[in-house]
T-cell receptor
């Protein structure tokens, strides 16, 4: 079993739709969690950290469920510019980051 | 501006040749990392270094070598022993010991074996 698992997609959604991705992690001792966005042929960039109480940044909402060991990302009112691959990232002890394989989102007009 | 610089952005290698990818950062970060990404895949850790003159193997270190002689520099050599080197290589750095740390990436280097 992979340490961090994501559905690779692609998720094809129309503009304005709400879309959600989940990510599961296997290490119960994982300490912190992030969502990164990666555009085609570019480096990943931090989208948002994920806090235990859940957090929101504009149209993006991230949630953490430690009991079930998954994190989620919700995107409301999808824009064409949201088309990208979204990487789930888990920080284990020793400052080591483990990346999921990414979920590809395609927002269509 | 502070950041991470990788070079070259595109590199072509003949089979049997060693190549070195450069990574320089001026963020004063102690920790540096090299990742490999294959098409449609996530990032896999090749090597990492938490401090100058020390580095550790990641998940896929075979066929690669690194050095960390200076805090700001962490070059990666792809040796001829790496049988399938064509990939996107990402260098990154972070501040260690921060609970909610983030990692900063360079723009990446595309390596193609011809």
């Amino acid at each position: 079993r992979k340490e961090v698992e994501q559905d690779p997609g692609p998720f094809n959604v129309p503009e304005g739709a709400t879309v959600a991705f989940n990510c599961t992690y296997s290490n119960s001792a994982s300490q912190s969690f992030f969502w990164y966005r990666q555009d085609c042929r570019k480096e990943p960039k931090l989208l948002m950290s994920v806090y235990s109480s859940g957090n929101e940044d504009g149209r993006f909402t991230a949630q953490l469920n430690r009991a079930s060991q998954y994190i989620s990302l919700l995107i409301r009112d999808s824009k064409l510019s949201d088309s990208a691959t979204y990487l789930c990232v888990v920080n284990n002890a020793g400052n080591m980051l483990t990346f999921g394989g990414g979920t590809r989102l395609m927002v269509k007009p | 501006d502070g950041g991470i610089t990788q070079s070259p952005k595109y590199l072509f290698r003949k089979e049997g040749q060693n190549v070195t990818l450069s990574c320089e950062q001026n963020l004063n970060h102690d920790a540096m990392y090299w990742y490999r990404q294959d098409p449609g895949q996530g990032l896999r850790l090749i090597y990492y270094s938490q401090i100058v003159n020390d580095f550790q193997k990641g998940d896929i270190a075979e066929g690669y070598s690194v050095s960390r002689e200076k805090k700001e520099s962490f070059p990666l050599t792809v040796t001829s022993a790496q049988k399938n080197p064509t990939a996107f290589y990402l260098c990154a750095s972070s501040l260690p010991g921060t609970r909610l740390n983030t990692i900063y990436f360079g723009e990446g280097s595309w390596l193609t074996v011809v």
